[in-house]
């Protein structure tokens, strides 16, 4: 996953669609993680995942807009997948709009495998998530948090053989596609 890459075009989708027209502060766009981190736990408890193999033997090559999206919402939306790459591109877009990098460095690297390693609940993952999101430790700036739901969530994916990349690329696709501000939302 080429993490600047996916940085800007999250960004830019979210530009595109209205979701940067008037500036905000940093806490607002962390609730927004929060919200999803939150939103995996609600799939989860409802055992909600993706049906990433009857997605892809539905979807042809040729397939417009319309076809896809419909196919997305039928097979991944909602799920503990499509949640999971949702935490990653509000993350990435974060970046992006404060003109920063992901960074994860080796103790956090150990800190995730010793966390792993033991094997949490989905729940206490999604806590430990949490806790990167509302640190107040002086220590970690912006980009290690964010750095740190990255890093969670895709060693997390990793142990528990979820493709992110794959969930996040198709997201980033139907993102593109929603219409402007979507729901209406006022943020």
Not at 83 to 95: A, Y
Not at 113 to 133: G, I, N, Q, T
Not at 138 to 149: A, F, K, M, Y
Request: charged share 35%; net charge negative.
């Amino acid at each position: 996953m080429d993490l600047n890459k996916l940085s800007k075009e999250a960004f830019e989708t979210a530009k595109a669609h209205g979701w940067h027209d008037e500036e905000l502060p940093d806490e607002t766009y962390l609730m927004l993680i929060i919200t999803e981190i939150a939103e995996a736990v609600q799939a989860d408890r409802k055992d909600k995942h993706a049906y990433k193999d009857k997605f892809l033997a539905s979807l042809m090559p040729d397939d417009d807009g319309d076809m896809f999206s419909m196919l997305f919402e039928q097979y991944i939306k909602n799920s503990v997948e499509d949640e999971l790459s949702d935490i990653i591109i509000r993350c990435l877009d974060l970046i992006a709009l404060r003109g920063k990098g992901v960074y994860a460095d080796e103790y956090m690297a150990k800190y995730l495998h010793d966390f792993l390693k033991r094997e949490p609940s989905f729940p206490e993952v999604a806590y430990e998530l949490c806790k990167f999101a509302v640190s107040t430790d002086e220590s970690l700036g912006l980009s290690e948090r964010i750095g740190g739901i990255i890093s969670l969530v895709t060693s997390y994916c990793k142990q528990k053989d979820i493709d992110i990349d794959f969930f996040v690329d198709i997201k980033m696709r139907y993102n593109r596609l929603r219409p402007f501000k979507h729901g209406n939302k006022k943020y």
